[in-house]
């Protein structure tokens, strides 16, 4: 299986700042996705980052709002911008391995809190 | 709508009872439905992943069943450990091949005590 690490795993931030996060990948993954996992909540995916091109958002999610980077194969960032206080939740990188038969696996999460 | 419902919302047992938990769905088209256990702060990690023709799995103490018939599953948890206090999620895949959406259940925050 697929061993994710995020940075950081968790921040306090200000109202109207940006937060960015980092997912490493220890291997080459055909598919990364961003989840949110608001307080309570199920998860919801926000996007696919597609390498060397634009991410593919979900419903609700816009590319201004969460811009999304992946320059290769083991390597995404997640921006959070403009933060407010309803942005305070838990944001999951996910990867999927063709070979895995299409298995999902998920970060630690970065734990995102807008004062 | 294609939604996961989970119940209980969240379970108190003594370690050592057994417990099961429910999940009813109505994703369509069904691919697959996987039992993930998400411990405090930490991100989801899967138990088991059933297709349409799969009626049972296990994996160690934990034995999921999926009956696609009235679109139900269970997970039942035997001889529980403090370890397993943590929230699990029911999370079923619509679609054909490929990387298929997930639509996640809410999940059940199970507590064992001593």
């Known amino acids: 299986s697929a061993v994710i690490s995020q940075k950081p795993s968790r921040d306090i931030c200000q109202r109207g700042t940006s937060l960015t996060i980092q997912c490493q990948v220890d291997s080459q993954v055909t598919m990364m996705f961003w989840y949110r996992q608001q307080p309570g909540q199920s998860l919801t995916l926000i996007a696919t980052?597609?390498?060397?091109?634009?991410?593919?958002?979900e419903s609700g999610f816009v590319i201004d709002k969460f811009p999304i980077s992946r320059p290769n194969l083991t390597f995404s960032t997640l921006t959070v911008s403009n933060l407010s206080p309803e942005d305070s939740s838990i944001y999951l990188c996910?990867?999927?391995?063709?070979?895995?038969?299409?298995?999902?696996?998920f970060g630690p999460g970065t734990r995102l809190t807008v004062t | 709508k294609n939604q996961v419902e989970q119940s209980p919302q969240s379970l108190i047992i003594l370690e050592g009872k057994n417990c099961t938990l429910q999940?009813?769905?109505?994703?369509?088209?069904?691919?697959?439905l996987r039992w993930y256990k998400q411990d405090t702060g930490r991100g989801p990690v899967s138990l088991t992943i059933m297709t349409f023709s799969e009626n049972t799995k296990s994996n160690g103490r934990y034995t999921a069943t999926l009956d696609a018939d009235t679109k139900q599953s269970s997970l039942h948890i035997t001889a529980s450990q403090l370890s397993d206090s943590a929230s699990y999620i029911c999370v079923v895949s619509q679609g054909g091949t490929g990387f298929q959406k997930l639509v996640f259940g809410t999940g059940t925050r199970l507590l064992v005590s001593p």
């Open positions: 999940c009813n769905y109505t994703v369509s088209p069904f691919s697959n």
């Open positions: 996910s990867v999927g391995d063709r070979v895995a038969n299409y298995e999902q696996y």
């Open positions: 980052a597609n390498q060397g091109s634009e991410a593919t958002y």
